[in-house]
């Protein structure tokens, strides 16, 4: 992403937050027509040690260079997440380059071998877009159409907003979802100028009123390994454990696996699954 791209993502996010922080967290009193969100520039401004000036040229994505002491004073001010003050320095040019795209459209062998060994625990891998490049038996029988689906569509994002498989494969879709996007956006920060990221997340807003109003709001979350619900109309509810790890030869692939949940029947459940689809 380029520097200019870097300077309007980094100034639309801040007013993101800014827009949506809540003045009683900062012991202040609502502002106009009793608005308890939002602060004012020179608020935020004062509580970052810097000019209401630079502030605004900040949030305007002015060509200058602020400091990472200034970036952190800021992210301080605003009340962001761990992840959120790596996203910020990160668009400041503080934090290493994510990994550069793969040009191949498939994991390669080894840890396709990988993915098949972890059967029959469902599991595939992620290209920096999200792309999928990979998947085992037990992930195609979870979610058969990821061996039908067109290639340019077979991206984790793409499909969570648009196939109306996976909205019913979710019960929790609306949290889900979001969540999704928001780790989306915080791995892509640096790459939203690059052709494929850009190209898949203009997609997503003509195709999704959610993923739009979800784009706007600039939420970010890291990823944390966690339970996760899926209604499969074969089996019913599987409780399965989503982990993501990145091989130390590949570090620009993310491998997702799902284990069964501690005291739950998953595993028979996708042992069942598994051989309903051989």
Same mark, same amino acid.
């Given at each position: ?33 009793? =608005? ?67 040009? &191949? ?19 595939? &891998?992620?290209?920096? $877009?999200? #792309? ?14 990821? &061996? ?73 979350? #890291?990823?944390?390994?966690?339970? =996760? ?22 570090? $620009? ?9 501690? #005291? ?15």
């Amino acid at each position: 992403m380029q520097n200019s791209g870097r300077r309007k993502e980094l100034g639309l996010f801040l007013r993101a937050r800014r827009d949506q922080a809540l003045r009683v967290d900062y012991g202040l009193p609502p502002i106009a027509r009793k =608005r308890e969100r939002g602060l004012r520039r020179e608020e935020v401004a004062f509580l970052s040690g810097v000019s209401v000036t630079w502030y605004t040229w900040l949030e305007q994505g002015r060509d200058i260079s602020p400091s990472r002491q200034v970036l952190e004073a800021v992210s301080r001010a605003l009340h962001l997440s761990d992840t959120g003050l790596d996203y910020v320095l990160s668009l400041g040019g503080y934090a290493s380059a994510g990994p550069s795209t793969t040009a &191949a459209a498939t994991a390669p062998a080894h840890l396709q071998r990988l993915l098949d060994a972890l059967d029959p625990n469902p599991s595939f &891998a992620l290209f920096p $877009d999200w #792309g999928v490049a990979g998947w085992n038996n037990a992930y195609a029988a979870l979610f058969p159409n990821i &061996a039908t689906v067109p290639a340019a569509d077979r991206n984790l994002l793409w499909l969570v907003f648009t196939d109306p498989y996976v909205r019913d494969l979710l019960p929790d879709w609306e949290v889900t979802s979001k969540r999704f996007l928001a780790e989306f956006r915080a791995e892509t920060g640096q790459r939203l100028g690059d052709v494929d990221v850009k190209n898949l997340v203009e997609r997503l807003k003509e195709a999704s009123p959610e993923f739009r109003e979800g784009w706007d709001r600039y939420d970010i979350l #890291g990823f944390e390994s966690r339970e =996760r619900l899926f209604h499969h109309p074969a089996v019913g509810v599987l409780q399965l454990e989503h982990h993501q790890l990145s091989p130390s030869d590949r570090p $620009d692939l993310h491998l997702v696996v799902y284990t069964p949940a501690p #005291g739950s029947d998953a595993g028979t459940q996708m042992a069942s699954l598994i051989a309903g689809a051989t």
